[in-house]
């Protein structure tokens, strides 16, 4: 079996858009708690980590009934799949100001890149040992067959991602 990992890392798009109360809202909509240090806050950075998986399989019909899938090559496409930078438009561009909020938004920016990155290294080692031990499946079906290797694919790896 094969396993093709791709990690991409994009760098944010920086939204202008929004004032500094309309972060704050963003913040506290998004399911975080708007903490002291977060109820002043004039930029966020915003990153997701996303995983998408999807698979090649070899189906065999076996002679007594019931049909067999291996997994010939798995390709896992992980990175940051949603990731923004947001500033108050109340802070004019080229100021003082707000290079020292991209200064620090940036540092986030560099924080996320290189998590992302640490922890591709360890999914994709991860994916690979899990895969190395799986066995075909088995199915009455033919149908079912290719979409249960790939649930249990997912439910091997789950614990790592």
């Not at 990731?83 to 707000?98: L, M, P």
């Not at 360890?122 to 979409?147: H, K, W």
Request: aromatic share 10%.
């Amino acid at each position: 079996m094969r396993v093709t990992f791709d990690a991409s890392f994009i760098n944010p798009p920086y939204n202008h858009a929004l004032s500094t109360k309309d972060l704050r809202q963003l913040y506290a909509t998004g399911g975080c708690r708007v903490s002291r240090s977060h109820s002043n806050a004039i930029g966020i950075t915003y990153a997701e980590i996303g995983l998408g998986l999807s698979k090649s399989t070899r189906t065999i019909q076996r002679e007594r009934r019931g049909y067999c899938a291996y997994l010939e090559e798995v390709q896992a496409d992980f990175g940051l799949d949603k990731f923004q930078v947001y500033i108050g438009r109340e802070h004019s561009k080229g100021t003082c100001e707000y290079r020292t909020i991209l200064d620090y938004e940036n540092e986030h920016v560099s924080i996320n890149n290189a998590i992302a990155k640490e922890y591709g290294a360890c999914l994709r080692q991860s994916i690979e040992q899990r895969l190395s031990f799986m066995p075909p499946l088995f199915e009455p079906t033919g149908d079912n067959v290719a979409r249960r290797a790939l649930q249990e694919l997912e439910q091997r790896i789950e614990p790592v991602v």
